[in-house]
């Protein structure tokens, strides 16, 4: 029975004395503007502000894509040049977006002189949708799909009805 006790104290021991393997993530952010989105790849491209070369992040369903007030925005409102904070894990070709804020649009007012007039620009701003275009959106898409599959059976229709005209011609 002593052996058995003075057996587990030394086994409490040894495994009190290993150490566990932690593993951290570096979550790093970057500000940029809005290139483009490549729907079929989830990728987003920003070019940096600090860089010259547009960086591509991949989006996933956990990216968390806000605007400044913590309001959600779908990435398919945001347009080109608008501001972005992304924060990213990742390096090299492999940056994960894990949340974007969408900064407002800064009014740019430029003067030229043209025979005496001025010459202002515009701002665009960007919101987010309300349910109804949400809703409007959401059964365009499904319309287009249904417009898809419609298409893609009149045209297997029509090559089933020219591969058995090409049959009945050989016979």
Request: glycine share 6%.
């Amino acid at each position: 029975m002593i052996t058995l006790g003075a057996a587990l104290l030394a086994i409490g021991c040894f495994w009190s004395s290993q150490t566990f393997a932690q593993t951290s993530t570096t979550v790093t952010t970057t500000n940029g503007a809005f290139t483009e989105y490549v729907p079929g790849s989830e990728t987003m491209v920003v070019r940096s502000e600090t860089g010259t070369t547009p960086l591509r992040y991949s989006v996933t369903k956990q990216t968390t894509i806000v605007d400044q007030t913590g309001t959600p925005v779908a990435i398919y409102r945001i347009s080109p040049g608008s501001q972005l904070s992304i924060q990213y894990t990742g390096s090299g070709d492999r940056l994960v977006a894990s949340r974007v804020v969408v900064r407002p649009a800064t009014t740019a007012v430029t003067s030229v002189p043209v025979t005496g007039q001025e010459t202002n620009t515009t701002t665009t701003t960007t919101r987010p949708m309300t349910h109804d275009e949400k809703h409007a959106l959401k059964e365009e898409r499904e319309h287009q799909k249904k417009a898809a599959k419609k298409e893609i059976e009149h045209q297997k229709d029509a090559l089933d009805k020219a591969k058995d005209k090409l049959d009945d011609d050989d016979d």
